[in-house]
């Protein structure tokens, strides 16, 4: 039995699943971020979020320069390859702060969606005796092993309101498929109350059910699949676009520039209808730039049901 589709259009699921005041995590590591969704978000003007990351990078740049969000959880930040995330200082720095920090380490941040993801109070690890992270956040907590005298540091779960994840393909149900960098997707989802997920190619139940190990969400946790050709635009989807390093240079000064992240903000996100505009306002030849050629990686045969 075929389960009905989940298909929606960006501007539907948003707004259908993402609320003021919820938790959202946008994963996906350094490849497969989904910007079409965070831009989705601040044209709909999203307020008081609370967004979860491993590596906030540009994107929540442009969602905290934008006003959507009261608070950031993460385990780095930064213009990868470039510099700061300016727009973010802006609001953490000085005397009068106005986004709220909860920072960890990257496994920490992994370990609060498996703790989710698997419904458990809380995540032992070792990783914090040589740093100060525990001084800074004080939920990072020392815990005695039940099975002996060992000290540990436990983190809390993280259970996201809603997790956006991005992907090369997945069918009408919502059943997932990525490959390449694989970052903590599947954590964050399992770890959420609801999923959206963004999706280079919407294929038949057939192409996911022929290669199921690159299932790593399956439709049954999902609440909506956007299919968004070039969405996690200017990160990369493996196979499908390289990694726009021009973007991430020319962000550097825009993000420094509250006047020019400001026009960039009217320009390409509130400027355009959704993410079919601004690819044409980007242009096919900056795209066809990013198109990588052919790099097959053998093939598998599952064998003969018959």
């Not at 003021?20 to 003007?45: C, K, N, P």
């Not at 510099?83 to 496994?107: N, Q």
């Amino acid at each position: 039995m075929t389960s009905a589709s989940k298909v929606a259009t960006m501007r539907d699921a948003v707004a259908e699943v993402v609320r003021d005041g919820d938790t959202v995590a946008i994963e996906g590591f350094t490849h497969l971020i989904s910007f079409a969704a965070g831009h989705e978000i601040i044209r709909q003007r999203k307020r008081d979020l609370t967004l979860a990351r491993l590596t906030p990078d540009v994107i929540y740049d442009q969602m905290i320069g934008a006003g959507v969000a009261r608070k950031l959880v993460f385990s780095w930040m930064g213009n990868p390859g470039v510099g700061s995330l300016h727009a973010i200082r802006r609001v953490t720095e000085g005397d009068s702060p106005s986004l709220e920090l909860e920072e960890y380490s990257h496994f920490g941040m992994v370990g609060r969606y498996t703790a989710g993801a698997m419904n458990l109070p809380f995540f032992p690890l070792r990783s914090y005796f040589e740093t100060d992270l525990p001084r800074a956040n004080g939920r990072i907590r020392q815990i005695r092993s039940p099975f002996g005298d060992e000290v540990l540091y436990a983190v809390p779960p993280l259970r996201p309101d809603v997790t956006v994840v991005h992907a090369q393909r997945a069918d009408a149900s919502g059943n997932t498929q990525i490959w390449g960098l694989l970052g903590c997707q599947k954590e964050a989802a399992f770890a959420a109350e609801r999923v959206i997920v963004v999706v280079e190619e919407l294929v038949p139940e057939d192409v996911i059910r022929a290669d199921p190990n690159r299932t790593v969400i399956p439709g049954l946790i999902v609440d909506a699949v956007v299919v968004e050709p070039f969405g996690a635009h200017p990160s990369y989807a493996q196979g499908h676009y390289d990694r726009d390093n021009r973007f991430y240079l020319e962000w550097e000064a825009v993000s420094r520039d509250p006047d020019a992240l400001s026009e960039w903000l009217d320009d390409w996100v509130h400027g355009v209808a959704g993410r079919r505009e601004y690819l044409e306002r980007l242009g096919n030849d900056r795209l066809a730039a990013l198109r990588p050629g052919p790099a097959p990686s053998g093939s598998v045969d599952y064998g003969d049901y018959r």
